[in-house]
Structure formats: C-alpha cells, structure tokens
C-alpha cells in the first residue's frame, strides 16, 4: 500500500488534472473542505464510502487511487 503523502499528491494531481478547487470536491463529495484538504496533504485517508464518492469523480477506480 502506498504511503499517505503519495495518495495525498495522487488526489491533488487528479483534482487538478479535473480542473476542480477543494470546494468543489468538498461539496461533490459532501465532505468538508478541511477533510479534502487532510487528504491532499497525507494527514488522513478517506472512509471507504468517500473513497468510492473521489473515485468516481476523478473517473478514477478506488484501486488506482489508493492501492497502487
């Protein structure tokens, strides 16, 4: 399993890549910003349902996000 700093760049390169802001993904998600935040920065790994929820709006799969 990858580290936490290296899931947290992955979910920032994907929102980037998506052209989205960390509000945009806090209300996507409904999450809040500072937990968007937390996990861009390697602080946190999301629940399971919230990793499913950044996975689809990334067009991303759960695995490639996080486990790879």
């Given amino acids: ?11 920032k ?3 980037r ?6 509000k945009e993904v806090s209300k ?3 999450i809040s910003v500072a937990a ?3 996990y861009e920065a390697g602080k946190r790994i999301p629940r399971d349902e919230v990793k499913i929820k950044l996975a689809k ?3 991303s799969t759960v695995e ?3 486990f790879k």
Avoid: C, H, W
């Fill in 1 to 11: 399993m990858p580290s936490n700093t290296r899931i947290g760049e992955r979910l």
């Fill in 57 to 59: 709006i990334y067009g």
């Fill in 64 to 66: 490639d996000i996080f």
């Fill in 17 to 22: 890549k998506r052209g989205l802001t960390q």
């Fill in 36 to 38: 968007v935040t937390n």
């Fill in 13 to 15: 390169n994907l929102r």
């Fill in 28 to 30: 996507m998600a409904k």
